[in-house]
């Protein structure tokens, strides 16, 4: 469950810009995960309602949006059709994942004096 890690690394990652702007408090994370990065959306909400207590972010809600997966070709830039093979239909050079693996911490709202 590598979730829990990766919530400490983002709570982490939090803080310290929270500190940097003199922040008395984390109100909101907005974080994207794409859904071929091998994470379960769930599991991530779970382990942050576990490690957020006596943190900043212990009243700030985690808002996830899940990204799909999108393959272009990496020759001509040609979407590649969802469940096809990850060969551009247009030149027949390969597939490659141009978005669906991330995680990303897209915003944070903090409360600052």
């Given amino acids: 469950m590598h979730e829990y890690?990766?919530?400490q690394a983002l709570l982490s990652?939090?803080?310290?810009e929270a500190?940097?702007?003199?922040a008395t408090a984390v109100r909101r994370l907005d974080v994207s995960i794409g859904e071929?990065?091998?994470?379960e959306p769930e599991l991530l909400a779970s382990a942050y309602e576990f490690y957020r207590e006596r943190t900043l972010?212990?009243?700030?809600?985690?808002?996830?949006?899940?990204?799909p997966a999108r393959w272009v070709c990496s020759?001509?830039?040609t979407d590649i059709a969802r469940?096809?093979?990850l060969t551009c239909p247009?030149?027949?050079a390969p597939g490659r994942l141009e978005r669906g693996g991330e995680i990303m911490l897209e915003r944070i709202e903090l409360e600052v004096p």
């Fill in 5 to 7: 890690s990766i919530v």
């Fill in 13 to 16: 990652r939090v803080e310290a």
């Fill in 19 to 22: 500190r940097e702007r003199n």
């Fill in 36 to 39: 071929l990065a091998g994470i």
């Fill in 57 to 67: 972010c212990g009243a700030a809600d985690m808002v996830i949006t899940r990204v």
């Fill in 75 to 77: 020759t001509c830039g």
């Fill in 83 to 85: 469940g096809a093979v």
């Fill in 90 to 92: 247009a030149c027949g």
